[in-house]
């Protein structure tokens, strides 16, 4: 089995955020529905949501690459957010991929689940 860390360096990563973020600033963001309710519960609106993505570092990876398991052959990427708030800092779980020269974004909600970032210095 081979160790998903060996393949998925901080290099890689770095070059996956800035093809999302050019793509985001060139094509928009897809956004599967589903992850509306995530961002309503997190209290904050599209352009924060954007503005997160916008702002992922190769610190906030979690997991990935893995494939989609729709079959489409696209591969997706896992990061975890720690958003500041006046109380606490909010891990905010997020589900990217590139299709179509396009950032999708699949999940967007509190982290519910323990984690670790494997980048986090």
């Known amino acids: 089995m081979v160790n998903w860390m060996s393949i998925t360096t901080r290099n890689n990563i770095a070059l996956f ?10 094509q928009g963001i ?31 990876y979690y997991r990935g690459t893995s494939p989609d398991f729709n079959g489409d052959g696209t591969m997706i990427w896992e990061f975890i957010y720690e958003m500041d708030s006046e109380k606490q800092n909010i891990p905010i779980y997020i589900k990217l991929k590139f299709q179509n020269d396009k950032c999708k974004v699949l999940s967007f909600h509190r982290s519910r689940k323990p984690y670790f970032l494997p980048y986090k210095d």
């Open 30 to 60: 897809e956004w599967v529905p589903r992850i509306f309710d995530g961002i309503l519960e997190l209290e904050i609106n599209l352009k924060e949501a954007v503005n997160i993505l916008q702002n992922l570092t190769p610190a906030d």
């Open 17 to 26: 955020l800035i093809k999302i973020k050019i793509s985001i600033s060139k």
